[in-house]
């Protein structure tokens, strides 16, 4: 049996985790073994489950964490271990990514390997900056340069070539000899008044860019304290950026979020911010385990399809909602076994998500509680539940503690059954790549959608202090646990996430998009 793994050589693009190929994106779940480079947004790296082998060789122009050669027999020998290799790169590797000397050695020892594009920066960043590489009224060529020298710092472009053929060029890996690259350009004979652009952090939260000429570009990009990684455009396409700007006109254009709820619930909350135009990290704080087997809730069932009096199920989340559902069906029970007798069992949610959740499965609440919170949901169900009555709560082991007082000062019969356990996740790398960003104020904003989200997101970012983050919280008790560490706290009108994205779009939206549908 042959043990040999295979390596997929695959391009991230240029960080903007919308811009990763299906196949790219499919295979970070299927890896084993992911190699990356210092150029990986943080918002891509946190797309990586957890458990996966993370190797950070870290290479940029002028900054080599590892030798080339070093990074190949690492893909070499994770492979012959048997493993599934992703080598992740930025934009895409044929493409100044020196994906072909890592193919190199894994073809001459047989090993396996494909190659999936990647979105290249010479097109994407341009793009995000308004500027189409190619125009009939313009152009109808362009060039991709590297910027990078030659060891020695010997220049391998060919001024007079590029001059003569015309066309946008567009230089990579080219900041730190962007003043002889310019000048090269003039002394092959370009016109010094050719419009010149440099893109800093193109497709990310944080892109800017500086558009001039090729004689003034320079100094100008220097007065900016434009850094790496960054693209120059040269060419008379540059003068589109101000008609065609775009990605900065979204409503929360130029914003980054950091989310901590379970990764199986992150989508909506994700999907709706980066269709808006922000950029999103997620960072599941917190991961839910089903309890099964569950002899007490098989045992809290039965006693509930025996009750002679008024019967009443309480939800406190859609997860709970999904789980309990699917205990159900694997106990050999439907919603029929809850509606049989006098009193057909009635169904209570905290709030309009985990009500939604209840649709999924043909089921409507009779009680939503006014505000969305444990004590409200106890206080109006005490009020609402006939004498003799029983309510039975499904939901996480540790839930508040403020719902059940009101129901026994009220004499009702009460039954708390856990469904799930709530486990703290941990995190390595992503941990200090994150932490570091939160101190310098990149990260907008950071949104919780339980108290357990709170407590694992401090677990799993320790920070001297959390003053400084917004926090952006989807019920009272969120916001309580969230103001103990001094956090700044916004909290969304209702408990669901369309509320929540509402509540972001209202804080940090103060840009019109004209592209909006």
């Given at each position: 049996m042959?043990?040999?793994?295979?390596?997929?050589?695959?391009g991230a693009g240029?960080?903007?985790?919308?811009?990763?190929t299906?196949?790219?994106?499919?295979?970070?779940?299927?890896?084993?073994?992911?190699v990356?480079?210092?150029?990986?947004?943080?918002?891509?790296?946190?797309?990586?489950?957890?458990?996966?082998?993370?190797?950070?060789?870290?290479k940029r122009s002028?900054?080599?964490?590892?030798?080339?050669e070093?990074i190949?027999?690492?893909?070499l020998?994770?492979?012959?271990?048997?493993?599934?290799?992703?080598?992740?790169?930025?934009?895409?590797?044929?493409?100044?990514g020196?994906g072909?000397?890592e193919?190199?050695?894994?073809?001459?020892?047989?090993?396996?390997?494909?190659?999936?594009?990647g979105?290249?920066?010479?097109?994407?960043?341009?793009?995000?900056?308004g500027i189409?590489?190619?125009?009939?009224?313009?152009?109808?060529?362009?060039?991709?340069?590297?910027?990078?020298?030659?060891?020695?710092?010997?220049?391998?472009?060919?001024?007079?070539?590029?001059?003569k053929?015309?066309?946008?060029?567009?230089?990579?890996?080219g900041?730190?000899?962007?003043?002889?690259?310019?000048k090269?350009?003039?002394e092959?004979g370009?016109d010094k008044?050719?419009p010149?652009?440099?893109?800093?952090?193109?497709?990310?939260?944080?892109?800017?860019?500086?558009?001039s000429?090729v004689?003034?570009?320079?100094?100008?990009a220097?007065k900016?304290?434009?850094?790496?990684?960054?693209?120059?455009?040269?060419?008379?396409?540059?003068?589109l950026?101000?008609?065609f700007?775009?990605a900065?006109?979204?409503?929360?254009?130029g914003?980054?979020?950091?989310?901590?709820?379970?990764?199986?619930?992150?989508?909506?909350?994700?999907?709706?911010l980066?269709?808006?135009?922000?950029?999103?990290?997620?960072?599941?704080?917190?991961?839910?385990?089903?309890?099964d087997p569950?002899?007490?809730?098989?045992?809290?069932?039965?006693?509930l399809?025996?009750?002679?009096?008024e019967?009443?199920?309480?939800?406190?989340?859609?997860?709970?909602v999904?789980?309990?559902f699917s205990?159900m069906m694997?106990?050999?029970?439907?919603?029929?076994?809850?509606?049989?007798?006098?009193?057909?069992?009635?169904?209570?949610?905290?709030g309009?998500g985990?009500?939604?959740?209840l649709?999924?499965?043909?089921?409507f609440?009779?009680?939503?509680?006014?505000?969305?919170?444990?004590?409200?949901?106890g206080?109006?169900?005490?009020?609402?539940?006939?004498?003799?009555g029983?309510?039975?709560?499904?939901?996480?082991?540790?839930?508040?503690?403020?719902?059940?007082?009101p129901?026994?000062?009220?004499?009702?019969?009460?039954?708390?059954?856990?469904?799930?356990?709530?486990?703290?996740?941990?995190?390595?790398?992503?941990?200090e790549?994150?932490?570091?960003?939160?101190w310098?104020?990149?990260?907008?904003?950071?949104t919780?959608?339980?108290?357990?989200?709170?407590?694992?997101?401090?677990r799993?970012?320790?920070?001297?202090?959390?003053?400084?983050?917004r926090?952006?919280?989807?019920?009272?008790?969120?916001?309580?646990?969230a103001?103990k560490?001094?956090?700044?706290?916004?909290?969304?009108?209702?408990?669901?996430?369309?509320?929540?994205?509402?509540?972001?779009?209202?804080?940090?939206?103060?840009?019109?998009?004209?592209?909006?549908?």
């Open positions: 042959n043990k040999t793994g295979k390596v997929w050589i695959a240029p960080g903007d985790a919308r811009l990763l299906v196949r790219a994106r499919q295979l970070l779940d299927e890896a084993d073994v992911i990356y480079d210092a150029l990986i947004s943080t918002e891509i790296l946190s797309l990586i489950p957890l458990g996966k082998e993370l190797v950070h060789v870290g002028g900054h080599h964490l590892m030798p080339q070093e190949n027999t690492i893909l020998k994770e492979a012959q271990k048997g493993k599934r290799v992703l080598r992740l790169k930025g934009g895409d590797p044929f493409v100044f020196r072909g000397e193919l190199e050695l894994l073809a001459s020892r047989g090993v396996p390997f494909e190659v999936i594009p979105i290249t920066s010479a097109a994407a960043v341009p793009a995000y900056a189409p590489v190619t125009h009939r009224d313009y152009t109808s060529s362009f060039h991709v340069i590297t910027g990078h020298p030659r060891k020695g710092g010997v220049s391998r472009i060919d001024y007079q070539a590029l001059v053929a015309g066309g946008t060029l567009i230089f990579l890996m900041i730190t000899s962007m003043e002889s690259i310019l090269g350009l003039m092959a370009i008044d050719t010149a652009a440099v893109l800093e952090k193109g497709t990310l939260a944080k892109q800017r860019q500086v558009v000429t004689s003034c570009l320079f100094g100008e220097a900016a304290q434009i850094g790496t990684p960054a693209v120059i455009v040269v060419g008379d396409v540059c003068l950026a101000e008609q700007h775009w900065g006109d979204r409503p929360l254009g914003r980054e979020f950091l989310l901590t709820r379970p990764r199986q619930s992150m989508s909506g909350l994700a999907a709706k980066r269709e808006l135009g922000a950029q999103v990290i997620e960072l599941p704080a917190v991961r839910t385990v089903t309890i569950n002899p007490v809730l098989g045992q809290a069932l039965r006693e399809a025996g009750w002679s009096g019967r009443w199920l309480v939800f406190t989340s859609p997860t709970g999904c789980t309990f205990q694997k106990m050999g029970m439907d919603i029929r076994d809850l509606c049989a007798g006098l009193y057909p069992a009635k169904f209570a949610a905290i309009t985990t009500e939604k959740a649709h999924g499965f043909g089921v609440a009779d009680l939503v509680p006014d505000v969305y919170c444990a004590r409200s949901l206080e109006e169900l005490a009020h609402t539940v006939a004498p003799g029983y309510v039975m709560a499904v939901r996480a082991r540790e839930g508040s503690d403020e719902l059940f007082p129901l026994w000062a009220a004499g009702i019969h009460a039954a708390d059954i856990p469904l799930y356990e709530t486990l703290y996740e941990t995190y390595g790398t992503l941990k790549k994150i932490s570091s960003m939160l310098s104020g990149e990260i907008d904003g950071v919780f959608t339980s108290v357990s989200t709170v407590k694992g997101f401090v799993a970012v320790p920070l001297p202090h959390y003053r400084g983050i926090a952006i919280c989807i019920g009272e008790q969120t916001a309580a646990e103001r560490y001094g956090m700044q706290i916004q909290t969304s009108r209702e408990a669901s996430i369309d509320s929540m994205a509402e509540l972001i779009l209202e804080m940090f939206g103060d840009k019109p998009c004209k592209n909006s549908r």
